[in-house]
């Protein structure tokens, strides 16, 4: 059922003709729940249970089942855990309500009150025992980062189910796991290129985004979105073969922007184009945006091509470096290609002067390369 509101109705959300239609509809069908696709106030909530005498549930909550069942890792669950404790916190009187007007027993509505109060006081400790935890999560995963720092790095981000997942699994080599549903990927996976990659560069694979999505949940996969945050580059995946792929384009991107990472180069690709309606489609979206590409996972078109468009992007944010070298200090030059493109070797009698083109975390690498090597002289 579908309303189309200038305002929406702050006790029953839909208009009072509309919910007296539902509240037939329910009764016809015999309905035992009804979802909202659009997040309700928890008063909204209890309000259309007691009119429609069914469960109501709404789209937040619909999203954070689906999070709870995928969640695997201890991050994962206990960032799901703390927004689902935040999210039922204010709609616990509702369910008490419920209760009493099912049991109908005298003195309920008491017991329930008291119930709610000691509930609500368990769920805040429990709300503070999961935050103490993620912190401490967040500490950890602060540290892999800055461990990574001198890396490249690149995030592939997108709407859920667009192949993110799938994407790196190509490109890695990596078998994360993919499946034909929403939030599939609920951690950071995080693997190295390797094949056919020049240059040492990272790629994390994230949680999918979606319309809509839960404020608290947000919240709660700060350390997730930081991955993002902390990105060199973004790939933006985009189902191209999906109808509504402009729209979630377009969310993905508002999301992106609300998490502040407006700033990262991005490079938007274009998936499944094995599976388009018309040969139209990708034409038009190419055209549409600049510094885009057409890949499909499944077959591998344009896989090589978006390679090459990473491997540019990495190139262009290389600066110059000259680096001077005493000639016993020759072997270094191995390893300092790993972390640098080097473009020239000058022997002079006194030493090798490199002209070399690095990232911009990698120079404090090589510099702790030849620190190394000097306090081994
Ligand atoms: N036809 C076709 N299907 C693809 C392609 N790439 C991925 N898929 C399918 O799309 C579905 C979703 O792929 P995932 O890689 O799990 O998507 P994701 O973006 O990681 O999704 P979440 O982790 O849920 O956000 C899977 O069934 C994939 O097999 C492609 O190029 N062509
Ligand atoms: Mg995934």
Redesign the pocket.
Known sequence: MTQHLAKINPKTFLGSGKVEELRLAVEHHEAEVVIFDEELSPRQNRELEKILKCRVIDRPWVILEIFND?AKTREAKTQVELARMKYSLPRLTGLWDHLSRQRGGIGMKDVGETQIQLDKRMIRNEIHKLEKKLVQIDKEKKTQRKNRQEIYKIA?V?????????????LTGAD???????????DATVRKMKKNFPYPVLLS?????IAKLPHDLVASFKSTLDEVRDADLLIH?V?L?HREYAAQMRTANDLLEEMGVDAIDILLAF?????LPDSDTLDRALNAHPSSIG?????G?GIEALRQQMVSHYEKNLAPYRLELKHSQAELIQAIRKHALVLKEDYTPNSIVLSLRVASGAKAKLESILKQSIELD
Do not use: P, R, W
Not at 158 to 170: D, Q
Not at 176 to 186: P, R, Y
Not at 271 to 275: E, G, P, R, T
């Open positions: 995928h592939l997108g709407y859920t189910n667009a192949g993110k997942s799938t994407l790196m699994n190509c994360t796991l993919v499946e034909d549903k929403l939030f599939a990927t609920l694979d994230t949680v999918g985004l995946v189902d073969s998936n499944k184009i094995d599976n890949i499909s996972c499944k077959t078109q």
